[in-house]
T-cell receptor, first 114, second 112 residues
Framework: KAGVTQTPRYLIKTRGQQVTLSCSPI?????VSWYQQTPGQGLQFLFE???????NKGNFPGRFSGRQFSNSRSEMNVSTLELGDSALYLC?????????????FGQGTRLTVV | GENVEQHPSTLSVQEGDSAVIKCTYS??????FPWYKQELGKRPQLIID?????GEKKDQRIAVTLNKTAKHFSLHITETQPEDSAVYFC???????????FGTGTRLTVIP
């Protein structure tokens, strides 16, 4: 079974631009969560999608948004990029059935804002 | 929301010694506590987890303990090996594993 796949692996953007990151979960997993990882703040929860609906949301500004498609693939969008948005963005997928709890992470997309 | 604190931020041990990492959480509704290991340049990987109805769980050289009353949980690694060197993150979730709140990580170095 293929693992969680994130594309692209690396991105360089300019302040003010917008960016879209993609996450393909493990086949059969319907829950996809997004996290921002920075050296100073660690791993911070952005939001979680399940069956195309946002189920949970972290404490990030509205510039951060996401969506999930019917095949469970998810995208995350950041508009009006700021220097502080430079980070590793990780998505994690989970099999929500039968109480399974393990979240499987992708390799991440490293975003650099210049 | 949930706030997870993790100590120490760095930990160096001699090969064969034990390592202990401690975390506290703030939300009494949290009921799921996983630990992740992240090697340099790699994705975080689950090494062990515990639910709030269990006080201790072991998996070979790794164990996790949970004290719900005090709202703290700990990771214990015995007989450490150089390949245990990595950053370890604790996490807590008030909604199962749907949204994880992570500690700031502990960089463990095992000295051969």
């Amino acid at each position: 079974k293929a693992g969680v796949t994130q594309t692209p692996r690396y991105l360089i953007k300019t302040r003010g631009q917008q960016v879209t990151l993609s996450c393909s979960p493990i086949s059969g997993h319907r829950s996809v969560s997004w996290y921002q990882q920075t050296p100073g703040q660690g791993l911070q929860f952005l939001f979680e999608y399940f069956s195309e609906t946002q189920r949970n949301k972290g404490n990030f500004p509205g510039r951060f948004s996401g969506r999930q498609f019917s095949n469970s693939r998810s995208e995350m969008n950041v508009s009006t990029l700021e220097l502080g948005d430079s980070a590793l963005y990780l998505c994690a997928s989970r099999d929500d059935r039968l109480g399974r709890t393990e979240a499987f992470f992708g390799q991440g997309t490293r975003l650099t804002v210049v | 929301g949930e706030n997870v604190e993790q100590h120490p931020s760095t930990l160096s041990v001699q090969e064969g010694d034990s390592a202990v990492i401690k975390c506290t959480y703030s939300d009494s509704a949290s009921n799921y506590f996983p630990w992740y290991k992240q090697e340099l340049g790699k994705r975080p990987q689950l090494i062990i987890d515990i639910r709030s109805n269990v006080g201790e769980k072991k998996d070979q050289r790794i164990a996790v303990t949970l004290n719900k009353t005090a709202k703290h949980f700990s990771l214990h690694i015995t007989e450490t090996q150089p390949e245990d060197s990595a950053v370890y993150f604790c996490a807590a979730s008030p909604g199962g594993a749907n949204n994880l709140f992570f500690g700031t990580g502990t960089r463990l170095t095992v000295i051969p």
